[in-house]
């Protein structure tokens, strides 16, 4: 309304002639918490600051390289299952030293490798000028910080990725159920988890450990990956002699004799001089010995094997730019992966996709020959219920409540009559009308696929408005993935 009508004139008044619209959030933007080479960004610490990034330029800016960790060449015991190579005639095997094993930076890599575009990392620890990190549960919820907490005041993120946990399964399970209790009380997040996966055991052991350990709560707000991938992240270039131990002494190891010189002419150097010239001795050991070749590659073999999780974060993030988040996130080949870790067969997937005791699914991810390496399942965790069993109806629920929750949000103190509801109506129909064009919501129709309701004696009673309670009920019939495709075929008599 113009000022007060006291002195003759015209006077311009403009009203609103639509309601308020309703714009879908981000539903694949996802926290990434872990260790990191450094966190800083002019000057400042990043560390416990969530930090949004775009690509994995600004990650190397603000949050360093990887860790580089050391090996030693160890007797393969009699009966291991670890993948052994043959050196000098004896079964050898590569192991990473305690406390050195960190995922974090290479699954950032696999993570923009699958498609990743916005992500937020949250650094929990660095590992600058350190030789060895310990992971523990103090550096991600403790008495002085709590990781969950932090991210409660971020409004963005809408996934949750632990990488590094994956190297301490017992660490690894209570995280994941502070996951679940996290992505529930937000009522906006989704949590992607690892299985841990031992060499020495069979994959339904695996399953099993990870099942018994994650409980019943929240489950519906989280899905588990297995086996891990053997990437292609870490190249070739990427190592020399400096991966082994000092430990190691190449002049034993290397059966060459030209190797042999090359290490006695190396160990005559001092440090400043070896460091100066470490890429002409690198170069020179490649040439003279095949086997420093192999070892090095046995070792990138070890660096490679990369739990699934930040691979499916990308996978999530490109099916919701190309189809949607009502798009299952599966039937999608992974990119810079050879094959998984453990080659799971039709009949051992049974057990993993279909748990009939707690629900508990596990999403496979298989080699196919001549198509590539596959995600093969598409559930949650509470993989029994009818409403939460598939994870793009999860997703996509939450992608539709916290739309409408921010849309609504201006309507708060606005008056609780009719003039108010039917605008409140339109604009959720209108959101909604939407998703249903774009597929996400099935129906022949619009009013077979969502319903609104919104008003007295519908929704609310004379005292809820008497309360100040405004009360709307919102039903969606989210699209389901075809997860079981039957033919039927049968013979038939001939007709002419």
């Not at 079964?91 to 305690?98: C, S």
């Not at 990190?133 to 991210?151: A, K, P």
């Not at 190297?167 to 906006?188: F, G, N």
């Not at 002419?265 to 020179?284: D, G, I, Y």
Request: net charge negative.
């Amino acid at each position: 309304m113009a000022a007060t009508l006291m002195t003759p004139g015209v006077y311009i008044e403009e009203k609103n002639a639509f309601p308020g619209s309703a714009v879908a959030v981000e539903t694949a933007v996802p926290v990434f918490i872990g260790y990191t080479e450094k966190a800083e960004r002019n000057g400042k610490s990043l560390r416990y600051k969530p930090t949004r990034i775009t690509s994995f330029a600004e990650y190397i800016e603000m949050f360093g390289a990887g860790f580089h960790p050391k090996f030693k060449i160890a007797d393969a015991p009699a009966g291991t299952k670890e993948e052994t190579f043959v050196l000098n005639g004896a079964e050898k095997l590569v192991q990473i030293n305690d406390n050195n094993t960190l995922y974090f930076y290479n699954a950032i890599r696999l993570f923009y490798s699958n498609g990743g575009a916005a992500a937020y990392i949250l650094s929990v620890g660095t590992y600058a000028g350190k030789d060895s990190l310990e992971i523990q549960m103090d550096d991600f919820s403790g008495n002085d910080v709590d990781v969950f907490t932090i991210l409660e005041k971020e409004q963005e993120p809408t996934l949750v990725v632990i990488p590094d946990v994956a190297a301490k399964p017992d660490l690894a399970i209570q995280l994941y159920i502070k996951v679940l209790q996290h992505c529930a009380k937000t009522q906006s997040r989704f949590g992607i988890f690892d299985v841990q996966q031992d060499n020495s055991r069979p994959a339904a052991e695996d399953i099993s450990a990870f099942r018994d350990g994650i409980g019943t709560n929240f489950l519906n707000y989280g899905a588990a990956y297995y086996p891990w991938l053997k990437s292609a992240v870490v190249q070739p270039s990427e190592l020399d002699f400096t991966a082994l131990d000092a430990s190691v002494d190449l002049g034993a190891l290397l059966p060459e004799e030209a190797a042999k010189q090359v290490v006695t002419n190396m160990k005559a150097l001092s440090p400043e001089q070896l460091a100066a010239s470490r890429t002409n001795v690198h170069q020179s050991l490649k040439a003279s010995s095949s086997t420093y070749v192999h070892v090095l590659e046995e070792i990138r073999a070890k660096l490679n094997l990369l739990p699934p999780s930040a691979a499916m974060a990308g996978i999530y993030s490109m099916v919701d730019a190309s189809r949607g988040v009502w798009k299952a996130p599966a039937n999608v080949s992974v990119s810079m992966v050879n094959a998984p870790s453990v080659n799971i067969s039709s009949e051992q997937q049974q057990q993993m996709n279909v748990d009939v005791i707690g629900g508990k699914s596990i999403n496979v991810i298989r080699p196919f020959p001549g198509i590539g390496t596959l995600v093969w399942g598409a559930r949650t965790l509470d993989g029994n219920s009818q409403d939460w069993r598939y994870i793009n109806v999860r997703r996509t629920l939450i992608m539709i409540e916290q739309s409408l929750k921010l849309a609504t949000r201006a309507y708060v103190f606005e008056p609780n009559d009719a003039g108010t509801w039917v605008t409140i109506t339109s604009m959720i129909n209108n959101f909604l009308f939407n998703l249903w064009k774009q597929g996400a919501l099935a129906g022949a129709a619009p009013e077979q696929a969502y319903s609104v309701q919104l008003g007295l004696g519908t929704t609310m009673t004379p005292n809820d408005i008497l309360d100040g309670i405004m009360r709307i009920t919102v039903k969606v019939a989210i699209v389901r993935p075809a997860e079981f495709i039957v033919i039927t075929f049968q013979q038939q008599q001939q007709q002419s």
